[in-house]
């Protein structure tokens, strides 16, 4: 993108129908995962209740270690019900990453880019690197 | 507890979440507790609540341009902060002095609302000069009073800090934190009731996720009762958000002051009872 365009683009950015976006696509998409395990579960074994746990990990590990676990049909459930707990989770986050790209390129903002920052290091660690 | 009663009670849960710009817990951990499911099952199951009832209002409230972006990103900072150290002393410590200490500081600004609730908020005339360096202004269109409300918010080196003590009370007992972030915004910093209500309702949705990080660590997250508040809260949450535009900010603090008090009431019980 040009100078011009560039500048016509920031202009016309409205940052708080993105984050809206994000809010609710990330519900819908978390929503979405856990319908298709239920139903799942409910061709696999004829009822929706079902028993599952979580070890405990960080949001990483967790995604990470139940596709290494979903080869048996039997488990496929768990894992479209642990992905929507997943994009559940993600999606605060992703609308901080958002916020901070924001900051940074289109308000250029650095003390609201610093705020944002500080928010997001720990929340990094503990949910991808702790 | 059956699945199908789950769904129901966060549906409702979700409902008053959004109206009243709280999660889920005023409802969630009585009626969970009552069912014998663990408190300590029962506060991350709240907290989760809170991210869903977050995402799922707060979208309807940031497309309207009513919940204050630029004061969200500091005060999350505090709250992100107190929640992960709430969460962390969550199993090894006990609870009841904070459930006292917490009912009680809620109970005591019921009754200054209470007594303001004939008073209709005031815009802040004379900002100090730190909220000002944060931009802590902007301005809304009122569905509820047809009307565009510009503001100014004020205090912010106080409520910032004091957003720490709401992440900490969130984090340790599930329930609360919320109330308390939506008091501060509006006692402390002296922003409009609904820019309250919903930058809190933003708000809530990362600090409970640095809460929930640190119970999905210690293996206290059970998929089992989560499902139905992904599926049900959301529901009740859309209802909330729909009926609260309509609503005057007079009405939208009463629905709050309400809600207020059960949850103060419910905290006094939880410190008596010891859960």
Known sequence: ?130 | MSVEVLFFISMIAGLVGAMSGMGGGVILIPVLTSYGVDIKRAIPLSIISMIVISNSAASGYVRRHIPNLKASAFLEIFAVFGSLLGASITVASGRRPLFFLCGGIILSSCVILWKQRKEVWKPVIHQDTFSGWLDLEGSYYDHGEKKTIAYRGQRASLGGPLMFGAGLVSGWLGVGGSALAVLIHDLVMGLPPKVSLTTSNLIIGVMALAGVSVYLEAGLIDPTLVVPVILGAPLGAFIGAKLFMSLTNRVVRFVFLTVLMVLGIEMIVHGVRGI
Not at chain 1, 31 to 54: D, M, N, R
Request: hydrophobic share 55%; proline share 2%; glycine share 8%.
């Open chain 1, 1 to 130: 993108m040009n100078k011009v365009g560039w500048a016509k683009w920031i202009t016309g950015f409205d940052m708080e129908h993105l984050v809206s976006s994000i809010l609710q696509d990330g519900m819908f998409i978390s929503i979405g995962f856990v319908t298709v395990g239920l139903f799942l579960q409910w061709v696999v074994a004829g009822q929706i209740s079902f028993k599952s746990e979580l070890r405990g990990e960080n949001v990483l590990q967790f995604i990470l270690g139940e596709l290494h676990r979903s080869g048996s049909p039997r488990l496929l459930f768990s894992l479209w019900v642990k992905l929507g707990i997943a994009a559940l989770l993600l999606t605060p986050y992703v609308r901080e990453v958002v916020s901070l790209l924001y900051f940074v390129f289109v308000e250029r903002s650095w003390k609201h880019m610093l705020f944002t920052a500080f928010t997001l290091i720990p929340l990094t660690y503990i949910l991808l690197l702790g």
